[in-house]
């Protein structure tokens, strides 16, 4: 039996991590002859049912359980760094594992984890016994030594799988690291495994009353509340509320709706609450052409929700990922430069992109009018837009493709 370790997946409660984790369970699965564990670091409420139910995977082959890592030392110091490390390198049943699979994010990176170098120390070691393969990242950049000379010494004993291209040539031209990295893409850029479900398809949009390009969807970010866009909640939801308005005024949306998603929940956020908070600030002629989807419907039926509509507006970036990959255009409202590389480099359509993380464009109605002009320049050229973004799309297949054949190939 092939045994492989998968971090990055811890619920399927935000619908992007739950994309890219879906497609390498698959993916892998599908690559990898015989018998397949995956050991999967969940949250402990996460239920492993639903993830075999999204991965369509035939569980007599395939087997996925929960990694027990309770009671493991943290890496919140040096202490609990060295503990870790002892513990690995005389662990019996890490050196049971034949591939370690850390999932992207944008997590190694100093936004985040600003010690990030006890992570990539642990990656190091743990690629001793088995390989380590960090799958469809966005990494750095890196200002602190200590992070500079673990991705300088240690990284190039692990496979990177960067997901944009700025990753990839920021870890040639910064650190000279080529031959253990493969240019991937956003794992969500490729084909969930129900996705080709007609019938569900159908269910899903009846289950709402939407109808195929009657519709545009919007998604509310709850990344205001981690220090994103503008600190001044009030002014940041009545400014989603004012552009839900605007997108249903402008000509081209006439007699069609809004779909409001949310795309988070329990451990990530409820994005439900950001709905409720928008459909409070709406007049009701504008709340009655209104559509919100506020269950906890994971992630392939998200994606049908989102394919389904003309365009999507949305603070997260997974949501436009989906878009786009149905062949739809999405207008991203970024707070962070890994919208530029997923979206921007990757796809070629940095027009779609909004740098929203400017507190001066909530204070008013700037944001407003840029969401506004953008949703109605991609009207205006809709099916060609549609028609690009089908042809980007192939291309960042044809790479996670490649990138799951390369990892596959590892474990052979």
């Known amino acids: 039996m092939t045994r492989i370790?998968?971090?990055?997946?811890?619920?399927?409660?935000?619908?992007?991590?739950?994309?890219?984790?879906?497609?390498?369970?698959?993916?892998?699965?599908?690559?990898?002859?015989?018998?397949?564990?995956?050991?999967?670091?969940?949250?402990?409420?996460?239920?492993?049912?639903?993830?075999?139910?999204?991965?369509?995977?035939?569980?007599?082959?395939?087997?996925?359980?929960?990694?027990?890592?309770?009671?493991?030392?943290?890496?919140?110091?040096?202490?609990?760094?060295?503990?870790?490390?002892?513990?690995?390198?005389?662990?019996?049943?890490?050196?049971?594992?034949?591939?370690?699979?850390?999932?992207?994010?944008?997590?190694?990176s100093e936004y985040?984890?600003?010690?990030?170098?006890?992570?990539?120390?642990?990656?190091?070691?743990?690629?001793?016994?088995?390989?380590?393969?960090?799958?469809?990242?966005?990494?750095?950049?890196?200002?602190?030594?200590?992070?500079?000379?673990?991705?300088?010494?240690?990284?190039?004993?692990?496979?990177?799988?960067?997901?944009?291209?700025?990753?990839?040539?920021?870890?040639?031209?910064?650190?000279?690291?080529?031959?253990?990295?493969?240019?991937?893409?956003?794992?969500?850029?490729?084909?969930?495994?129900?996705?080709?479900?007609?019938?569900?398809?159908?269910?899903t949009l009846a289950r709402y009353g939407l109808v195929p390009e009657r519709y545009a969807t919007v998604v509310v970010s709850g990344m205001q509340k981690d220090g994103y866009y503008t600190s001044d909640a009030a002014a940041y939801y009545q400014r989603w509320a004012d552009i839900v308005q605007a997108l249903l005024a402008l000509p081209a949306m006439a007699e069609k709706r809004i779909c409001l998603l949310a795309h988070t929940f329990g451990i990530y956020g409820d994005e439900s609450v950001n709905i409720a908070r928008v459909l409070d600030l709406l007049p009701a002629e504008a709340r009655a052409r209104v559509v919100p989807v506020t269950d906890r419907i994971l992630a392939t039926r998200a994606r049908f929700v989102l394919g389904g509509g003309l365009f999507t507006v949305t603070g997260r970036m997974h949501p436009a990922v989906s878009t786009f990959q149905m062949g739809k255009p999405a207008i991203t409202l970024a707070y962070s430069k890994k919208y530029e590389g997923v979206i921007g480099t990757m796809l070629g359509r940095s027009d779609l992109i909004i740098d929203a993380n400017h507190p001066e464009l909530w204070a008013g109605q700037a944001i407003v009018d840029l969401v506004a002009t953008k949703a109605e320049q991609t009207l205006a050229r809709h099916d060609q837009l549609c028609a690009d973004i089908r042809t980007a799309i192939a291309e960042q297949k044809k790479m996670v493709a490649a990138s799951l054949d390369d990892l596959a190939a590892l474990v052979r």
Do not use: C
């Not at 997946?9 to 390498?24: H, K």
């Not at 599908?30 to 050991?39: K, M």
């Not at 650190?175 to 253990?180: D, I, K, P």
């Open 5 to 108: 370790q998968l971090r990055g997946l811890p619920s399927l409660d935000n619908y992007g991590t739950a994309m890219m984790g879906l497609v390498t369970i698959a993916g892998l699965a599908q690559r990898i002859p015989g018998p397949v564990q995956f050991d999967v670091v969940l949250h402990k409420e996460t239920d492993i049912a639903e993830i075999v139910a999204e991965t369509g995977i035939d569980p007599a082959r395939v087997r996925i359980t929960r990694a027990n890592l309770g009671g493991r030392p943290r890496l919140a110091t040096p202490a609990g760094l060295w503990l870790r490390l002892r513990e690995l390198i005389g662990s019996k049943s890490i050196r049971d594992f034949d591939l370690l699979v850390v999932l992207g994010g944008d997590d190694i």
């Open 112 to 203: 985040y984890r600003p010690n990030i170098w006890r992570y990539i120390a642990l990656y190091w070691v743990r690629a001793r016994s088995a390989p380590v393969a960090l799958l469809a990242q966005t990494i750095g950049p890196f200002a602190r030594l200590p992070n500079r000379l673990a991705v300088r010494f240690l990284m190039p004993s692990l496979r990177v799988v960067p997901r944009d291209r700025w990753t990839t040539g920021y870890l040639a031209d910064e650190f000279g690291l080529r031959r253990n990295v493969i240019q991937g893409s956003d794992l969500a850029y490729n084909d969930l495994p129900l996705q080709h479900d007609s019938a569900l398809q159908a269910e």
